[in-house]
């Protein structure tokens, strides 16, 4: 975002303070005529292709136009942000391929199928990986392109120490909502590696998506993985 200083004149491009003489810039972002200060980009990884985007008031990912989650410029957390949009939903193809052939029991199965297809026993074993695989991936995007939205609350947010690659440790989000008829639905996101999480507090209230015939399969809107 270019913002001109009001003192010096300077053009500014995705700052808070003017470069030239460091006065904290203003802009009228709601166009009530009332200024209001710049706020701080901060980086947010976008949930749908990774791309890192320096937010100031943007809602959607400069690469693949998906939705970004809410961070606050203050670091307190996460907010709700706006509601899905409604069904049916166009998730970017990006993700759907990740989602599907990128997850790891995918990958393992593949390898169990292919260089051991002269066997019997490691291609069977491969299959039914890569059947659950995939079925699990249907699921989840059947819940974020049809799922009905309902409000949620995240209760516990933790680095998961039984799983580490390369010394990194992923996040495990537990999280809470209620169903049209008032079913409260206690679920949990285990995996989820996304560096947005760690702006995450307990306490943040979420947007998730279920669906209709079982509230079981669903995913925290937008995807946290």
Request: hydrophobic fraction near 35%; include cysteine; glycine fraction near 6%.
């Amino acid at each position: 975002m270019i913002v001109y200083c009001h003192k010096c004149g300077t053009k500014n491009t995705d700052r808070s303070t003017c470069s030239n003489c460091g006065v904290k810039l203003l802009i009228d972002q709601n166009n009530d005529g009332i200024p209001e200060y710049v706020q701080e980009a901060v980086q947010v990884e976008c949930p749908w292709c990774k791309t890192v985007n320096r937010v100031i008031d943007e809602t959607n990912c400069k690469n693949c136009g998906g939705p970004l989650p809410a961070v606050s410029h203050d670091n307190s957390g996460i907010d709700r942000g706006t509601p899905p949009p409604s069904v049916p939903r166009k998730l970017p193809d990006i993700y759907i391929k990740k989602l599907k052939y990128r997850n790891t029991m995918f990958i393992i199965g593949i390898i169990f199928i292919v260089p051991f297809i002269w066997s019997v026993i490691f291609p069977i074993i491969g299959f039914f990986l890569v059947r659950s695989a995939l079925k699990t991936a249907n699921r989840k995007i059947a819940a974020l392109e049809n799922g009905i939205k309902a409000e949620g609350d995240l209760i516990d947010i933790y680095k998961d120490t039984s799983e580490s690659v390369n010394g990194r440790h992923p996040w495990r989000l537990d999280y809470e909502f209620k169903t049209r008829n008032g079913e409260l639905i206690t679920a949990k996101k285990t995996g989820a590696w996304s560096n947005n999480n760690r702006h995450r507090r307990t306490g943040d209230k979420l947007w998730v998506v279920y669906l209709r015939d079982n509230p079981n399969i669903n995913a925290i809107w937008p995807p946290v993985d």
